[in-house]
T-cell receptor, first 113, second 114 residues
């Protein structure tokens, strides 16, 4: 399965600003998920958005999905220092087998105090 | 609940040695998987299991073996360690292999092969 590609690879913003990162993919998906990884830790699941959904919210997180453009975005509003982490998109392909999710290489987000 | 527990957290091996990375989950998840994470490479799937007694290969299975004798445990064995296996290893579990729910990850094992 092909990876999703996150963009940008790295992002540095000031605390309080909004952070937006994107994920593009090439084949049809069943769902797309976003994960956060703090330095030296395991990944933590943030949001799952299904192919028939266009937008989902969770606290300060907003995820959009455009299946016609094969892309998704993760918006973090009012960023905090604790949001500093790497963010990964993960794809569940349509008709995907039991091998599960395919992860991208991530966006490294740094929140400057 | 403990979630997914990986041991050890750190390990240094000499080339040619073997070892087992342990992974246990207490959420009654049928699906479990092993990934390795290398700088600039993202997460790559090594092996996965859809239930006790059932395992299959992922993207990078060479040099690794797995077994799944119980729902809870999914150990990863390095048969003869090589420097190319220096990496951070993550175990993950899920109800549905990601079809309806997200994965729960362990905290990782950082392995260095010298």
């Amino acid at each position: 399965s092909q990876q999703g590609e996150e963009d940008p690879q790295a992002l540095s913003i000031q605390e309080g600003e909004n952070a937006t990162m994107n994920c593009s993919y090439k084949t049809s998906i069943n769902n797309l998920q976003w994960y956060r990884q703090n330095s030296g830790r395991g990944l933590v699941h943030l949001i799952l958005i299904r192919s028939n959904e266009r937008e989902k919210h969770s606290g300060r997180l907003r995820v959009t999905l455009d299946t016609s453009k094969k892309s998704s975005s993760l918006l973090i509003t009012a960023s905090r220092a604790a949001d500093t982490a790497s963010y990964f998109c993960a794809l569940m392909y349509s008709g995907g087998g039991a091998d599960g999710l395919t992860f991208g290489k991530g966006t490294h987000l740094i929140i400057q105090p | 609940n403990a979630g997914v527990t990986q041991t050890p957290k750190f390990q240094v091996l000499k080339t040619g040695q073997s070892m087992t990375l342990q992974c246990a989950q207490d959420m009654n998840h049928e699906y479990m998987s092993w990934y390795r994470q290398d700088p600039g490479m993202g997460l790559r799937l090594i092996h996965y299991s859809v239930g006790a007694g059932i395992t299959d290969q992922g993207e990078v299975p060479n040099g690794y073996n797995v077994s799944r004798s119980t729902t809870e445990d999914f150990p990863l064995r390095l048969l003869s360690a090589a420097p190319s296996q220096t990496s951070v290893y993550f175990c993950a579990s899920s109800y549905s292999a990601g079809r309806r729910n997200g994965y729960t990850f362990g905290s990782g094992t950082r392995l260095t092969v010298v």
